[in-house]
Antibody
Framework: QVQLQESGPGLVKPSQTLSLTCTVS??????????WSWIRQHPGKGLEWIGY???????YYNPSLKSRVTISVDTSKNQFSLKLSSVTAADTAVYYC???????????????WGQGTLVTVSS | DIQMTQSPSSLSASVGDRVTITCRAS??????LNWYQQKPGKAPKLLIY???SLQSGVPSRFSGSGSGTDFTLTISSLQPEDFATYYC?????????FGQGTRLEIK
């Protein structure tokens, strides 16, 4: 059974960089075939996809956040990470890591999720 | 980005009721539509993918239909554990986008 677990500071100051790590267990990131994503949910709101990384290191970011986002992977630790720079109060949200799996050439879904971690941006 | 709009935003129903939630895409997304269930304080759970395919382990009272721009999620007979918020998500184009959610409450 694949499990994902987010970790990182729960409080970040405005203008600083938010950093989170997702540790994957029960499966290897380097086995390929999956797209490891970050998704966030503002308090009481809907879901926003931030970006994904493939085991090879290729990435795709949401254009709305692209200028501030970096996602990286460490296959030796079976982890992938999110960095979001120049944060403001608008970045306060629950951040989830999730596994994206393709079921055909174009369609994919998020089948395994971490429990989520609340990150608050405040001085 | 493709905009996903769900209706209603909230819904009250009773155990045993048949419930339908609608999701509309701002452009055609073929059948690249997924449904998730989220309970308070928990991560979303995949219910339906490719508009109508039931994810492994999900009860058969959940079903999905539609293609193009209009989709539905139906729960045939509500159970107490089904009261939650439901989201649709398109994977036709990147970035994937979600609906705003439909909160299903106990009447």
């Amino acid at each position: 059974q694949v499990q994902l677990q987010e970790s990182g500071p729960g409080l970040v100051k405005p203008s600083q960089t938010l950093s989170l790590t997702c540790t994957v267990s029960g499966g290897s990131i380097s086995s390929g075939g999956y797209y490891w994503s970050w998704i966030r949910q503002h308090p009481g709101k809907g879901l926003e996809w931030i970006g994904y990384i493939y085991y090879s290191g290729s990435t795709y970011y949401n254009p709305s956040l692209k200028s501030r986002v970096t996602i990286s992977v460490d296959t030796s630790k079976n982890q992938f990470s999110l960095k979001l720079s120049s944060v403001t109060a608008a970045d306060t949200a629950v951040y989830y890591c999730a596994r994206g799996d393709y079921y055909d050439s174009s369609g994919y879904f998020f089948d395994y999720w971490g429990q989520g971690t609340l990150v608050t941006v405040s001085s | 980005d493709i905009q996903m709009t769900q209706s209603p935003s909230s819904l009250s129903a009773s155990v045993g009721d048949r419930v339908t939630i609608t999701c509309r895409a701002s452009q055609s997304i073929s059948s690249y539509l997924n449904w998730y269930q989220q309970k308070p304080g928990k991560a979303p759970k995949l219910l339906i993918y490719a508009a109508s395919s039931l994810q492994s382990g999900v009860p058969s009272r959940f079903s999905g239909s539609g293609s193009g721009t209009d989709f539905t999620l139906t729960i045939s007979s509500l159970q107490p554990e089904d009261f939650a918020t439901y989201y649709c998500q398109q994977s036709y184009s990147t970035p994937p986008t979600f609906g705003q959610g439909t909160r299903l409450e106990i009447k």
